[in-house]
Nanobody, 114 residues
Framework: QVQLVESGGGLVQPGGSLRLSCAVSGSSVSLNTMGWYRQAPGKEREMVASITRGGSDYYPESVKGRFTISRNVAENTLYLQMNSLKPEDTAVYYC????????WGKGILVTVSQ
């Protein structure tokens, strides 16, 4: 059974940084496309980063140059490094793993505020 557990969220001031982690069990970070979505209050869920099995990454314009997705195969963990955070980055962040099905973590809250 595939399980994804996010950690590393919290409160940060504008301009600050956070690193989210997604610990994977039941599958491998290196064998599947994985990524991060977020959902802000009253808004639709949007993808903020993805990485393919071959290592190609993708970011929307809203986070390009500020967010970086990476994975540690030995730890079987996916990361999202978020720099230069803005109040509009406030959201619940979810990691996902895509095989024949999509698996999701429960999400973790990131709040960017003074």
């Amino acid at each position: 059974q595939v399980q994804l557990v996010e950690s590393g969220g919290g409160l940060v001031q504008p301009g600050g940084s956070l690193r989210l982690s997604c610990a994977v069990s039941g599958s491998s970070v290196s064998l599947n496309t994985m990524g991060w979505y977020r959902q802000a209050p009253g808004k639709e869920r949007e993808m903020v980063a993805s990485i393919t099995r071959g290592g190609s990454d993708y970011y929307p314009e809203s986070v390009k140059g500020r967010f970086t997705i990476s994975r540690n195969v030995a730890e079987n963990t996916l990361y999202l490094q978020m720099n230069s955070l803005k109040p509009e980055d406030t959201a619940v962040y979810y990691c996902y793993l895509r095989t024949l099905f999509d698996y999701w973590g429960k999400g973790i809250l990131v709040t960017v505020s003074q």
